[in-house]
């Protein structure tokens, strides 16, 4: 039986301690990226037109209220306005801000997306005693600093 060197054993011991995971969580790739900013980009546009229809129509429901109280106001007890045009006018405007972060978060994954590459990179691996270069399949992702 041939013996193997103590330094070889260590190198071996020490690239296969840092070599990379046998099974990988997948990671999403370009069309992921780009599904998850196309859904983004429709969840804050449905946002922003109901948002605005809701806004409008409180809009509306004050002004008609409104007038309807400055035409009544010469008669002795006048109809107090509601607040529902108010309430209708505030809650479609936090409806429009709320889709502020969707068009964010998609614009960033859109980034991302354009960003990923997959190339197949050199790596060494140790095969019958000798080192042996490997092309291995690997996701390329650029940060812009």
Do not use: C, H
Request: proline share 6%.
């Amino acid at each position: 039986m041939k013996k193997i060197p103590l330094i070889f054993m260590l190198l071996i011991i020490v690239i296969s301690t840092f070599s990379q995971q046998n099974n990988p969580a997948p990671a999403l790739t370009k069309q992921d990226y780009l599904k998850k900013a196309r859904s983004q980009k429709t969840t804050a546009w449905i946002l922003l037109g109901g948002g605005f229809v809701i806004a409008s129509a409180g809009l509306l429901v004050e002004a008609v209220e409104v007038t309807t109280y400055v035409l009544t106001l010469p008669y002795p007890e006048p109809e107090e306005p509601s607040n529902t045009g108010s309430v209708l006018l505030i809650s479609g405007s936090l409806v429009m801000l709320s889709s502020i972060p969707f068009f964010s978060a998609a614009s960033k994954n859109k980034k991302k997306a354009l960003s990923i590459s997959f190339k197949n990179e050199k790596a060494l691996q140790v095969q019958n005693y000798s080192y042996v270069s490997v092309l291995v399949p690997s996701v390329s992702l650029k940060i812009a600093l």
